[in-house]
């Protein structure tokens, strides 16, 4: 059983169930479903997974969560194309690339998952504080 939390607000449909879950709950994993006390939410490898929730089973998830927020939003926006390419070129980033895509980006589950130490070097790659 894993420990997850909500990095920020989380409102969707849970299997139905619409929920609404604030930022900085904690969540449990059991059997690869994230779940809010009985109401499974989603798979730890969904998108909603990674939209919203970070693994806390080192008790470093709201660092993770507001490191993984600075550093996807840097990397969003008109002028993002430098930052991306500091990313390409990067030998640590290059674990967390799916790679099944040659010509664009995707976030591996790895990634949303990774080291704080991991992230605090991609933040500062891309300029994230």
Same mark, same amino acid.
């Given at each position: 059983?894993? %420990?997850? $939390?909500?990095?920020?607000?989380?409102? &969707? %449909?849970? &299997?139905?169930?619409?929920?609404?879950?604030?930022?900085?709950?904690?969540?449990?994993?059991?059997? #690869? &479903?994230?779940?809010? #006390?009985?109401? *499974? !939410?989603?798979? $730890?490898? %969904?998108?909603?997974? &990674?939209?919203?929730?970070?693994?806390?089973?080192? #008790?470093?998830?709201?660092?993770?969560?507001? !490191?993984?927020?600075? $550093?996807?939003?840097?990397?969003?926006?008109?002028?993002?194309?430098?930052?991306?390419?500091?990313?390409?070129?990067?030998? !640590?980033?290059?674990?967390?690339?799916?790679?099944?895509?040659?010509?664009?980006?995707?976030?591996?589950?790895?990634?949303?998952?990774? *080291?704080?130490?991991?992230?605090?070097?991609?933040?500062? !790659?891309? #300029?994230?504080?």
């Amino acid at each position: 059983m894993g %420990s997850y $939390i909500a990095r920020k607000r989380a409102r &969707f %449909s849970a &299997f139905g169930v619409p929920v609404n879950i604030p930022w900085g709950t904690h969540l449990e994993e059991l059997e #690869g &479903f994230i779940y809010l #006390g009985e109401q *499974p !939410l989603c798979t $730890i490898t %969904s998108q909603i997974a &990674f939209d919203y929730f970070t693994q806390d089973d080192d #008790g470093r998830g709201r660092e993770r969560g507001a !490191l993984l927020e600075a $550093i996807l939003a840097r990397l969003k926006g008109n002028d993002c194309q430098p930052r991306w390419e500091c990313v390409w070129n990067d030998p !640590l980033c290059q674990k967390y690339r799916r790679p099944e895509h040659q010509d664009f980006w995707l976030w591996n589950y790895d990634f949303f998952n990774a *080291p704080v130490e991991d992230l605090e070097h991609i933040a500062k !790659l891309v #300029g994230a504080k």
